[in-house]
């Protein structure tokens, strides 16, 4: 979020630099932007936020045949399944992806977005079949 609201380049900008203060009597939590100069670009606790999250990561579901099915196809086994992966997250972080990586192992390391495009959402169906 930090590199996506300084307002120091002429670099696309997140939506929320709207916001920023413009004149006297504004009430806002974003500076007012000032190319080339000042200092937005430095951390500061307004990027501070609770990045909590729950993302509904994997399910599978499978379906077995039957013994009668599998006499009729001669087949010894067989099955179908659907598996989907990332079908939601639910979350209050402004960010692209709650799931921000670490770099280094210092206990009181920062993480930092560089807004990352989220995972994306998989199916995968399968059949499984032995004869």
Do not use: C, H
Request: proline share 4%; no cysteine; aromatic share 12%.
């Amino acid at each position: 979020m930090m590199s996506t609201t300084n307002m120091y380049n002429f670099d696309n900008q997140s939506t929320a630099v709207l916001r920023r203060w413009k004149k006297e009597g504004d009430v806002t939590d974003m500076p007012r932007a000032l190319i080339a100069g000042g200092f937005n670009w430095l951390g500061s606790d307004r990027y501070v936020e609770d990045a909590s999250y729950v993302r509904f990561r994997t399910v599978t579901l499978r379906y077995n045949f039957d013994k009668v099915a599998l006499k009729k196809m001669k087949m010894k086994s067989a099955s179908f399944y659907v598996t989907a992966e990332n079908l939601f997250t639910i979350t209050n972080y402004l960010g692209q992806d709650p799931e921000v990586s670490l770099r280094g192992s210092d206990p009181f390391r920062v993480a930092y977005d560089n807004s990352m495009t989220p995972p994306g959402k998989n199916i995968t169906l399968g059949i499984v079949a032995t004869f």
